[in-house]
Each structure stands twice: as C-alpha cells, then as structure tokens.
C-alpha cells in the first residue's frame, strides 16, 4: 500500500487535486469514507465530476462538507429546499445538524429530491451550503424504521467519534505482508445454524456472522477458539442477512467488549435490530435467560456501517468488501473480500437464491475475481429439488382451496421475515385474479412489521415490486384481506371458532412464539390445515410434525407439561425456500466466470455438504471441501 | 475421569490397598509419577508385587521414597551397597540425596545393579533404606552427558518444585467435555524444516517440536498463530527426536515466558543440548544473533521430564502420551496421544525409519488404537526409492577405494547424529573384512561428542549393536582408526596435505561448520572426492553442489566474499538415509493394524506430500491430506 494514506499525505494530494479556488479546510476519515471539509461547498457542488474525479483517484469513498460557518440559517435552507424540491417528492420531515453541516430530508420520493445524477441535490449544497443526505418514508408505517432512524439521530455525536476511530483503523498502513490468508470455521459446518466464520490475515481478523442454531437453545458458534479470541481485538464484522441463525448473537459480541463495525446493509440492520429484540422477548417468554439485553441490540445498531450493493468498502488497510444481492431475503448479502492488493479473493455466499423469485432478484455471482468461496448448502443433497414456483403455488392455492371449502382455516408456519412476504404476494394474487375465494389473511408475530420493512426499502426487492409499491394503490402489501393479529389469546380464539381463513404465523420453524397458540386452537379439528412452506432444520418440532409425529408435547394452563394431539391435515409444500436447491447451487456455481479454485460446502448437514462437494468437485473440477467446525483453512 | 485424582482421595486408596504393617507418610505428585513416602521404605520393597498393584490400580505411574529420617547414615550405606552390588557392576560412583532419600549409583554395567526383575535394587532398599536409582557410564566419555547430569544434580531443588507443579496440573480434573481434538500445523508442511504443531483439546494445548529451516535463515514455524498463543499457557511439550529441524527452537519458548515441561526420551534430551549449543554458536560464528542463549537451553533441560519407549504417561488430565522407537536417530520416537477416555487416538510420526538400520531397530508401527496420523513425508514422491543397503554400502566401498588409488581425499557431509555413526560402522566393518585398507576416519566438527553419547544409551540401540558396545574389545565406535579432529585449522590442513583418508565432517547440509573449510581445502584437487549420504533440503548450498553447480561463494580470508571452484569428484550415494523411502513409508502405512482413518502427509516439499497423499488414499483406503502451514484440523 503506499503512504498516501497517511493523513498529511492525503491532505497534499487532494489540495493538489482540487482547482485553487475551492477551498479545502480539513480531511478526515469517518469509518470507510473520507471526508472533506470545505469553506466553498457550492463550488465544489457546481463541479459535478470533481468528487468522482478525487474519488476513484484516490481510491476511496469521497464526502464532502461545509466548514462550519458557511451555511445558510436553517430557517432560510429550508425555505430553499423546499423551492428546489418538486411538491411530488412530498418531502415529510427536514433535520439540520450543525456539528457535520448536514440536513436530513425525509420524503416519500427521494428520488425527486436527489434530482437526475444527483442535480437537485448538488443544487441544495450550492445554493444553502448545506449537506443533503435523503431518506424514504415507508409507504407502511414501521416503528423499527422509525426507532432505529431516531435512535441514530440521537447518538450522532457518539457516532462521529466512532466513526473517526473506525476510519484510522481501516486507512493506517498494513503492518505485515498479506503471506496468507485464513478461514476459520466457528459454525453452521456440517449442520444448519449458528453461522459464524473468521477470516484473518496477518493484520486483521473479520468475523462473519454470529448466529444462534434453532432447535438447539445454547449451542452457539465456536467464539472461544483461539482463532477468535480475544473478540475485543477482531477489526470488524460483516453481517450477511438478518436470519437470527446468522444475527442472533451479534449482540453478544458488545457484551464481551467488542466495540468496533459490523459491516451490513441498511434493511439488514434494521431487520436484525426488530429479530435480536424478539429472540430476547421470546426467550424471557419461555423463562430462559437471554445471553445478552436490549442494550447490546442498541450498541449493534449503533456499530453497523450500512453498505450498498456493490459498493467496494476499505473495511482494513488489507481487506475491501463488496456486499452483493443474495436473493435470499431483504438486504441479504454475498460479502466478497478483496485481500492485500490483489492477493486473493474470498467470498462468503451467505444464505442464496439463485434464480430471481416474486420479491427479489436473483443472487449476484459475478465476481471479478473469486479464487475461494464459502457456500451454503441447505438443499445440497442429492434429489434435494423443489417444485418449480408456478406449481408450487397452484399445490397452495389447491390445499387453501379444499380447506375453505370444509369450512376449514389453513395455518402457515413462516419466517416473519421472507417467506411470509412471498406468501403474501401468492395469495395476494390470487384472490386479485380469482384463483382463491378473498378470505382474509391474518399476520400473527412479527410479520407486519417485517413487511412494512420491506416497503422502507423497495430499491432492495425485484424491479417491478419495487415499482408497485412505491405507488400506493398497487402496492400489494397493503391489500385490504391482510389484518394484523393484535388483539392477543382473545383475538386467536375468536379467529379459530370463525370463518374459513388463512393465518401466517411465526416460528418459521415451531419452536415458540403464536405458532404455538394456533397449534392448540386449530390442531384437534380435522377440517383444519398446518402448511409448512419452508425449510425445518433437524431438531425442531417444526420438523418433528412434518416427519409425522402428532403427539407433541405441550406447556398446559396451569403451567405443568401435557400432550396435544394434532388432528388436522398436515401438507408441506417446497418451493418457496429462499434458498436455491440443489440444481440451483449447481447452477450458481456453473455460471461463475471465473470459478472459484476452491469451495467449501458449509451451512447444511452432513449429507448436503458432503453430496454438494463431491458434485462440485466432479462436475466443475473444483478442489472443495465439506469441513467440520474449528477448522482453519488456509488460502491461496 | 473419576474424582480419585484429588489427592485425599488418592491418599485414602493407597492406605487401605497397602497391607496395615506398611506406614505411608505422604502422597505427592512429581511431574507424571505419584510419589508415595513411607516410614517403612525395607517392608514396601520386600513385597516385589505391591507397588505394581497399586500402579496398575491407580492406572499411575508410582514411585516410593522413603520418610525422612529412616534410613542408614550414608557412610553406612555406600558400605552396605558395594557388598550387595557385584563387583562387575564396576560402580563408578555414589551420591545421596537426603531430601528426596535417593541414592544415584553411576556404574559401567548399570544391569547388575538393578538385578533380575529389580530384585538387586530392592534389596538395596531393604538394607539401607534408601532408594537406589541406577545410570549408566558412558562406555566413550562424554561432556554432554557429564554435563546435563550435573546441571541435574545441581539443580534438583527447583526442579522438585517444578515436578510437583506439573504434577498438580497434570492430575487435575480436566474442566471441559473432550468433544474435540484439534491439531494445527505451524510448520514443515508441504516443506522440510521447521517441524512444529500443536494438539490441542477444550482443556489442554500441547506443542509437539519446535524446529528451525535449514537454509532459511529466520523462517522459523507459525509460533504467532492464535492457537499458539500464548505460549505461556501451553501445557505441555513433546519432542520427537534431537535433530534441530524439530528442535532448535524450543529454548525460545523458555524466552517467551513457557515454564511447562518437555517430554522426550532421554538420549534425545543430552543430544537436543548439544544440537543447541551449537546452533548457537555457529549463528554467533557466522555474525547472526542468535534467537536465544545458552541460559534456555539449559532450562530446556531443566524441565525436560524424559519418558522411555512404550512408558504410558500422563501429560494432562485429558491426554496420556506414549513414545515409540521411530528408527530415525537415537531416541527418536513418534508420539502416540490418546485423548480423553477412550475419545480420541492422534499419533505424530515423526521422523521414521521403517526398516532396521545397522544402529536402530525399525520404527513401532503398531498401536493399539490411532484414528489420526500426521506422518512425515521426506521421500514421498513416486520415485524417491532408496538403494538397498548391501548396494549402498558397496558403492560407498568403491568411491571411498577409487579415490584412495588417486591417492585422494573422500570428505563426507554428515549429521553430528545419526548418519555419522551409521557410515562409522560400515568403515569399520569393511576396514575390519578387508573390503576398504585400513585408512584414518577423521571425525569432524560434533560427530565424536555424539557417537559418545550413543554409548551412553546403548538401549536405545539395535540389539546386537548394543552386546558390542558393552564390551569394549568389540566396540566398533572406539576402533583405532577413529581420528577426532581437535587440532583446528592447523590440523585440517596437514591432513588435507597428507595421506589418503576419509573425513565426515558437518554440517550435513553444508550449511556452515568445518564442512566449510574441507571444501577449500580439498575442493580444488580433481583426486578428492566429495560424497553426499543424505537428504539435501532445498536452499541449502549442499543441494547446489548436488545439482552441479561447482562455482560456490565463500568467505575469503579477508571478509570478503569471492568464489570457489570445485574440481573435485562429485558423488551422492542414496540408502543411509534416517528417513524411510517412499515404499518403507507405503509399507509403514500399510502394516498397521489398525489403520488409520486419516493421514496428514507433511515433513516434505509439495510433491512429496502430495504424492504420498495420493498413493495412500487410493492404495489404503486412508482420508489423506497435505495440509498447508497454519491449518487446523479437528477430528474426529
């Protein structure tokens, strides 16, 4: 790396690059990016390429702001930008923050306030001298959204300093060769559950993930191995989706000291704050002690560094990382990263799926250059295909349909986040063109929420979603049959003695949360339906029903364990994973340009990874490997 | 691991299994061995069964001492000895230890000391009260030897308190379940030199050698690997054999603040001294500051705690380490772990030589249980085979003969240890035949301190060998023609000015030492002969010369660099190798019963290791790796 890192160096460079009529005050890092501070923000506003221009030559992430003392009041920007913006951007809230010389402008349109290239924008800076940083306002109310965006507002100050701090870190000299690189296997290794990887080089150490395993309450990923340890000393985290087998213990991580980044993008974030608080809420439920508070939730939240697809991010002075669409859920992410200075490339694929579904596009594996990946393997086994979608979602309309018409309720088991999305959109579809009686479709859990998510972020979903949503009379998730379960037990038990319905109800997988409740409201009559439409990792109940079980244990009124018999149908309908099947991870791997040299198969159990590895290895001559936890493989 | 380990319960057992007229004082542990103090040392010896009752019971190795105060004054007793012991014992010396109540009898035939099953020792023991332990002297004096037994005695106060501590430690309970065995490769992987690993579990960490690289100067293994560290906290060492491939760097553990114990054989503790010292002076000659000085090499030897072939011991509360005859040098062992009860079996080879050699038997390849192997791999690659000895040693025979009718020189590159002694007993068998004229062998540099210490451990010899070194008129080490070189510079240039004779002189690699000044010397004149016997690791100038480069760099007499010419006959004759060849490493393999399950193949260059890999795995039905430096592997 060379020395133009330093910051005198850097400070030289860009004075040097700049016309001498704009006036540079100070640079400074704020995490990954690098900030200019300038007494001639309209200038710099004006000159529409200059900042690329500093930008790619340095090779970094550009922002500029205003010295302190060259902006218009605020009273007089916001007249302004209000007379800059068109009415139709509906601009909902304006905040100026003096210490970074920055307005937030929330609007339902930031596209309208950001301008073509970037234009209204550009024009703001120039004619108040103001910074404009823009949010959307979901089109459904989310109090996560919410919370997390005040609670940020908040800590701005903390935040700044956190950020400086992050920003030395990661643009200091590397102080070894990059000789290696490692890949440490702290979980989900021959199992599904508790993701978590270390990736080190002689300088830094990354963590990947920090997940829980469900259906088996503390087993937690490997973070005592000394390859880990000690976790206060780790540079930075990289946080692929939001799932809790991949976020639960991220938290954990504040409470034993870690105090710098977790690298993610912004829905995940918010995703990840509204799933950490509710496993701490469930496990207080079942009486179980949760590993860490809400605090450490907030201290997660307050650490993560959003970035964009594509993005290329210094995260280390040896390590850039590119987040790319995964396909899998809102904000899901394959990380690859870019090691020494074109010494060898890592991707961690995260949880993927590969051909494009209703919410988003397909996953992203197009890389420039990938030598080793880390690839999940959920459905790896061989015949481990699912139905294609369009049949998938006829079997659903057919099970719902036959349920209805014996006066029957149809209960579906769902991940708040994802599946249920998807599921909405099937439904709602369905009923809009007539394939399914309008009935309606009970959210019990998390789901609304995780929906209103969702639609915060519509640049994250499919292309043509993303349009409908943003357009209030199209947007599907807010169809008049979708009615949120929030009048408690009282509410349920009125539901289940009503008319034929559909409920979407979490766990995902059966191990707690309202699921519960409609097994013991709906299970006894045979009129009923359970529909599992997504995958049941070994050890759930979710999977013990599905494998035929019936007699299931229950928590009883009064507090002492009883027996629940299920009498109701029980289907289970594939295709609606977000995860590629076997033919799709085949395919993933098949259409990378160039291939990995090496794959490990991780993120499945035993016969997934092992039967995905050797396919792999036979099909597209690639060394792979299925490995165990508490391994450590060495790169290139 | 049952709760007899504390020690009132470990005290309370031994008083009730020891008949009611026997008095024991104390119990303590020393380092591996539970020490029993008893009023009555003469009633415990007259039971020759009960101390391997209670050992067997205990599953402990056990020793008794006698209580202070209860025996005769040491005058008496040296008296009462000299009667009991026959006077072909040729006792040499006596020295009583009062606070551990031992008395260390040095004898030329220490065998008729200790009597048919012990039965000599314990009437010692009976009349005195004293406990006897018995040492050989050396048949060929030796200052190594001479000199680690009086550090010994010197130092046995602390090293008392250091058995005691490692003793606790050892027989503790172990905190956490074995539910997994990790080995971590932090050198000679996929390269020769710098052998070093660690094994570790969830309670205990243990390093296995800890070597330099022969023609790499500063590449010494991944000490700085997170699962290294801290050195501190390693619980134990082990060293297969003395060569400084495997050894030169455990002194710098000692640096680093390790205080723990060294398990190796003893042969391989007075030989890993000597190794060091002079590693250190020839990096001190050569104008390299060397990593350590000779202060941690003797408290190397301080907490050595030497074990013997086929010895059960406790190292940690989780782990028993036994060591077996590899067949590479004197005292050369693999280490066999058996991990946990039952859990686990991880054997590391070490160095091997499968086959007898004219010094050792074959190496032990026959354990009761070993799952895990990691196995050298020197001449792994297809065609790397050996000629057979017969061939070898004529061809040795013929250069040695050619060059003496030239009226030459024949200099040998040897290790100090080990292929030395094997060329000294073919000259002296083809000299004593009438194959080769009786001609003067000059030894070199280290080779005669080493061949007296083989003297000192002639157990540790092949059967026969071990018969002849035992009496003198038939010891082949002490023949006449045998010739030290102790005359320095002054003397190497008479005898290359003279008459016909062989040299073996080191470094075995011509790394360095007088090697250095026999090639000057003797280089020019096309009438000498240079013949290659061993492994030349890649780097290393004796590898150059091999592949034919005859133009070398030396170090003028002025400082200054300038170049060599070498005229003379150049020859490298295969088949005294320590290391078994590709097919004696098949062969080792393929006689275990049982097999392993998995074989890490290292300890050669890429080739070697893959190759070996290969041919194992498909030929045995073996997982096969070759691992990189700074992997980590868990099994099972």
Known sequence: MSDDTTHSDIYDRITSEAPSHLDVTEVQYEGPELVIYTETPREFAEDGDLLGDIARSLRKRVTIRPAPGTQSSPTEAETTIREIVPDDAQIQDLEFYPTIGEVLIEAKKPGLVIGRRGGTLREITQQVGWNAEVVRTPPIESSTVDNVRNFLTQERGERREFLKQVGEQIHGSPRKDVEWVRVTTLGCCREVGRASFVLHTPNTRVLIDCGDKPGAEGEVPYLHAPEAMPLTDIDAVVLTHAHLDHSALLPLLFKYGYNGPIYTTEPTRDLMGLLQLDYLSVASKEGRSPPYSSEQVRQAIMHTIPVEYGDVTDIAPDIKLTMHNAGHILGSASAHF???????????????????????????????????????????????????????????????HETYKKDGITVIPAFAVGRSQELMLVLEEAMREGDLPTMPVYLDGMIREATAIHTAYPEYLRDGLRQRILHEDENPFIAEQFRQVDGGQEMREEIASGEPCVILSTSGMVTGGPIMSWLELLGPNPNNTLLFVGYQAAGTLGRRIQSGHTEIPMEGRSGRANHLTLAFRIESVSGFSGHADRAGLKKYVKEMNPRPETILCVHGDEQATDQLSSALYQQYNVRTYSPKNLETFRFP
């Open 338 to 400: 870019h090691v020494g200075d074109g010494f060898h490339n890592v991707v961690f694929s995260g949880d993927v799926h590969y051909e494009p579904t209703r919410l988003f596009n397909g996953a992203v594996n197009d890389f420039p250059r990938a030598e080793t990946m880390i690839m999940e393997s959920t459905y790896g086994r061989r015949g481990d295909f699912q139905t294609d979608t369009a049949k998938s979602e006829a079997n659903v309309h057919q099970i719902i």
